[in-house]
């Protein structure tokens, strides 16, 4: 890549302010593009400038409408490539699908390794994104991708708690690695939930592992969807006798009923990124901005400077 003189940005409709702050740190202008629909709905992409022999960073989430997003990315990148734009970074703080990364039962789609496929055919040079639900996901891609790790938000966040009284809990199995990592960093002990999941959104708590008795409890996980299982997690801890729970979460869906759960649960406070736009969330939930992850990354990668330098 050249430098950040011949890097351009640019940002699809999904989060917009995100893409603004990212701008600001990188200090360039986001670029003009005008997104529309047809009649029919057809997505419809005009580019207001010349990007030909740009790097084209383009900050795109696919979070809900996530098919609405996915296919708007897809044909912004598309355009950028035959407007002979050198290279299209996709800049994708949440990857959607990325929890059907494997058949879990026979006939199941691998939803996730599609996507990979459909950014790479569109055009992608290089994916970043953020805390995927499975880190495999990278294996999916014959691409360049850069996998961030949000833990260093919220450790700015706790860095002043008191590690004897504090634990970081797993709400299950598969998020430990996560939870471990942040627990280490915060220099707290880690407690574990392990659920079972009948059906999709569906979560049954059968075991508990770990000590969170008169702790501060926090409950450290990457997605928060219909909030179910966030709230039956707090609900055992709770019975555990900790007291007082947080919540943190990279990405917050709050799919269908999930703030109104959140609300009359023993949570007393929730952070989230922004790595899905939200507005005039109550005050039980705090956002905490991660364009400075995402700015200095992009200049790394400009630089050629190392990026896992940021999460050691």
């Given at each position: 890549?050249?430098?950040?003189?011949?890097?351009?940005l640019?940002?699809?409709?999904?989060?917009?302010?995100?893409?603004?702050?990212?701008a600001?740190?990188?200090?360039?202008?986001?670029g003009k593009?005008?997104?529309?629909?047809?009649?029919?709905?057809?997505?419809?992409?005009r580019?207001?400038?010349?990007?030909?022999?740009?790097?084209?960073f383009?900050?795109?989430?696919?979070?809900?409408?996530?098919n609405?997003?996915?296919?708007?990315?897809?044909?912004?990148?598309?355009?950028?490539?035959?407007?002979s734009?050198?290279?299209?970074?996709?800049?994708?703080?949440?990857?959607?699908y990325?929890?059907?990364?494997?058949?879990?039962?026979?006939?199941?789609?691998?939803?996730?390794?599609?996507?990979?496929?459909?950014?790479?055919?569109?055009?992608?040079?290089?994916i970043?994104?953020?805390?995927l639900?499975?880190?495999?996901?990278?294996?999916?891609?014959?691409?360049?991708?850069?996998?961030?790790?949000?833990?260093?938000?919220?450790?700015?966040?706790?860095?002043?708690?008191d590690?004897?009284?504090?634990?970081?809990?797993?709400?299950?199995?598969?998020?430990?690695?996560?939870?471990?990592?942040?627990?280490?960093?915060?220099?707290?002990?880690?407690?574990?939930?392990?659920?079972?999941?009948?059906?999709?959104?569906?979560?049954?708590?059968?075991?508990?592992i770990?000590?969170?008795?008169?702790?501060?409890?926090?409950?450290f996980?990457?997605?928060?969807?219909?909030?179910?299982?966030?709230?039956?997690?707090?609900?055992?801890?709770?019975?555990?006798?900790?007291?007082?729970i947080?919540a943190?979460?990279?990405h917050?869906?709050?799919s269908?009923?999930?703030i109104?759960?959140?609300?009359?649960?023993?949570?007393?406070?929730?952070?989230?990124?922004?790595?899905?736009?939200?507005?005039?969330?109550?005050?039980?939930?705090?956002?905490?901005?991660?364009?400075?992850?995402?700015?200095?990354?992009?200049?790394?990668?400009?630089?050629?400077?190392?990026?896992?330098?940021?999460?050691r």
């Open positions: 890549m050249g430098g950040m003189d011949e890097i351009k640019f940002s699809g409709s999904s989060n917009l302010p995100l893409a603004e702050k990212i600001e740190y990188i200090n360039v202008k986001l593009m005008e997104l529309g629909r047809f009649a029919d709905g057809e997505v419809n992409v580019i207001g400038e010349t990007v030909r022999g740009y790097d084209v383009l900050v795109q989430s696919t979070n809900p409408p996530v609405e997003n996915l296919m708007e990315l897809l044909i912004m990148i598309d355009a950028f490539k035959r407007a734009a050198r290279s299209v970074v996709a800049v994708i703080p949440y990857y959607g990325a929890r059907q990364d494997r058949k879990a039962r026979g006939r199941d789609p691998i939803s996730a390794k599609l996507v990979a496929n459909l950014l790479t055919t569109a055009g992608a040079s290089r970043i994104t953020m805390d639900h499975s880190e495999q996901i990278q294996g999916f891609f014959d691409i360049p991708l850069d996998n961030l790790q949000s833990f260093p938000i919220f450790l700015e966040k706790f860095k002043n708690c590690r004897a009284e504090t634990v970081v809990v797993s709400p299950d199995i598969g998020g430990v690695k996560r939870a471990s990592k942040f627990a280490e960093k915060l220099g707290v002990s880690l407690a574990i939930l392990d659920k079972r999941r009948p059906k999709d959104n569906v979560a049954e708590i059968v075991n508990f770990g000590d969170v008795e008169g702790k501060i409890a926090i409950i996980d990457d997605i928060i969807d219909t909030a179910r299982s966030l709230v039956e997690s707090a609900k055992v801890v709770e019975r555990m006798g900790a007291k007082k947080i943190c979460a990279t917050a869906l709050f269908g009923e999930a109104e759960r959140i609300m009359d649960s023993p949570i007393e406070k929730v952070y989230i990124t922004d790595t899905i736009h939200h507005e005039n969330l109550p005050d039980k939930f705090e956002i905490l901005t991660i364009s400075r992850l995402f700015g200095e990354t992009i200049m790394r990668i400009v630089n050629n400077l190392s990026v896992s330098i940021l999460f």
